[in-house]
């Protein structure tokens, strides 16, 4: 069983101009039959296999990081680089004064990495330590 939070547009149904406490369930059952993991309905119970698909992905696909000066390698998407950097037209810039990319600045830090693109199996290795 999952645990998320969700927002559900019910559709208009051109009947109840107000959905309220009390029939809202009833508008949300039908919107929601197709992800509800209990079903017994054969037609939501299609299990699409995309695992090759995935697989060749993970094996082609490519990530853009960041090589610091120290030699570690990050993902653009890390706090180590975005939490003060942010990546604009393939150069890296720093966050100006008010944190916004409006008054971006070419500091030495900045000008200091160096932006790449590894095999996203090396990335993944590298994030969980094993190489």
């Known amino acids: 069983m999952s645990h998320f939070s969700v927002c559900v547009i019910v559709p208009d149904d051109g009947v109840v101009n107000n ?23 054969e037609k939501y119970r299609e299990f699409e296999d995309r695992t090759e698909e995935a697989k060749a992905d ?6 853009r990081v960041v090589r610091f000066p120290d030699g570690s390698i990050h993902s653009i998407y890390d706090d180590a680089f975005n939490k003060f950097f942010f990546v604009e037209e393939d150069k890296i810039y720093a966050f100006g004064p008010n944190r916004d990319r409006k ?23 590298l994030i969980r330590g094993l190489l």
């Open 103 to 125: 008054s971006k600045l070419q500091t030495e830090e900045s000008k200091a990495l160096e932006l790449d693109r590894l095999p996203r199996q090396i990335v993944v290795s």
């Open 58 to 63: 993970f094996e082609n696909d490519t990530m």
């Open 19 to 41: 959905i309220h406490a009390n029939n809202l369930e009833d508008h949300l059952i039908p919107v929601l039959a197709p992800f509800d993991e209990q079903t017994e309905e």
